[in-house]
């Protein structure tokens, strides 16, 4: 199947400051990529919907300007968190999609904000 | 808004038992129904279907979806400890094809 990456794979950082996650298709083009949420216990929710080089499309409730989402290339999008809270404390995933319905999912980032 | 139900939310089974999980959807724009196996990281990915009636098989694991009901079941057999994960149901829709994801079937097989 197709692979995805993401890095890094778990991150600690100070209240306030911004973190870049970075999520990598290897061996296909991912025209579309998405981004999820994770809590504990909990399934996955849809952040954000980007296609590449093109604006990303956000879901309900979730603040762009919070949740800056670049696709610069079909196989690289980025997702930074800035001026990071202690609730934004989550498991981060992305997945990608080569224009087929199905989504391969990367490792997941786990974002801890003290 | 789109809606995708799961039972049961856990269960427990020797190893060797045979288990339905069920994935009951209701959404708009109907494209693809998924089931992924997440164990400690990002779901890892096992059938796509599309069409009703159609029996998609891999080893032990097999699925069907029935549009009619609008709902699907996954099916393992001869369970294996292995097997122990979370089983998430997502329903794919409209043309960016996004994902809703079920709330996911916490399964563990005991020796």
């Known amino acids: 199947g197709a692979v995805v990456s993401q890095h890094p794979s778990r991150v600690i950082c100070k209240s306030g400051t911004s973190v870049k996650i970075e999520c990598r298709s290897l061996?296909?083009?991912?025209?579309?990529m998405f981004w999820y949420r994770q809590f504990p216990k909990q399934s996955l929710m849809l952040m954000a919907t980007?296609?590449?080089?093109?604006?990303?499309?956000?879901e309900q409730g979730v603040e762009k300007d919070k949740f800056l989402i670049n696709h610069a290339s079909l196989t690289l999008s980025t997702l930074t968190v800035t001026s990071a809270h202690p609730e934004d404390s989550s498991f981060y995933i992305c997945?990608?999609?080569?224009?087929?319905?199905?989504?391969?999912f990367g490792p997941g980032t786990r974002l801890l904000v003290l | 808004e789109d809606k995708v139900v799961q039972s049961p939310l856990s269960l427990v089974v020797h190893e060797g038992d045979t288990v339905t999980l069920n994935c009951s959807y209701e959404v708009t724009n109907f494209r693809s129904l998924l089931w992924y196996k997440q164990e400690k990281k990002a779901p890892t990915f096992l059938f796509m279907l599309t069409s009703s009636g159609i029996e998609k098989k891999s080893g032990r694991l097999s699925s069907i979806l029935d549009k009619k009901e609008l709902f699907s079941i996954l099916n393992i057999t001869a369970t294996q400890t292995g097997d122990s994960a979370v089983y998430l149901c997502a329903v794919g829709t409209g043309t960016a094809s996004k994902l809703t994801f079920g709330t996911g079937t916490r399964l563990q097989v005991t020796l």
């Open positions: 061996d296909f083009q991912a025209t579309t």
């Open positions: 980007s296609n590449e080089g093109s604006k990303a499309t956000y």
């Open positions: 997945s990608g999609r080569e224009g087929k319905e199905t989504q391969y």
